[in-house]
């Protein structure tokens, strides 16, 4: 089993900046990708952005330029910084990742618990 615990959410005034967290723990032989997601009140959950083990990236074109994904692959970890906040950001932030147990497995999708970000106008 795999676990991922966000971090870093919170409060934040328009045109502020967070960094989220993610790390990852548990039996892992490899992360192949990690993305950040995000769901609004009464809105569909939505991708946000992506960072594979390679290190190529994409993102949501709300936030390009905006946000930049990292991931530190001794330590199981991506992040999030967020900068330029805007109220419409406001959401559940959740961590993802497809993570391969062992050598011989496809790999499966590991998903957080997810990190409250909340931006005031």
């Known amino acids: 089993q795999v676990q991922l615990v966000e971090s870093g959410g919170g409060l934040v005034h328009n045109g502020g900046s967070l960094r989220l967290s993610c790390a990852a723990s548990?039996?892992?032989?490899?992360?192949?990708?990690m993305a950040w997601y995000r769901q609004a009140p009464g809105q569909e959950r939505e991708s946000v952005a992506t960072?594979?083990?390679?290190?190529?990236?994409n993102y949501a074109t709300s936030v390009k330029g905006r946000f930049t994904i990292s991931r530190d692959n001794a330590k199981n970890t991506t992040y999030l910084l967020m900068n330029n906040l805007k109220p419409e950001d406001t959401a559940v932030y959740y961590c993802?990742?497809?993570?391969?147990?062992?050598?011989?497995?496809?790999?499966?999708?590991?998903w957080g618990q997810g990190t409250q970000v909340t931006v005031s106008s």
């Open positions: 960072i594979v083990s390679g290190g190529d990236t």
């Open positions: 548990g039996s892992i032989f490899n992360i192949n990708a």
């Open positions: 993802n990742a497809h993570v391969q147990e062992h050598r011989y497995s496809n790999g499966r999708i590991y």
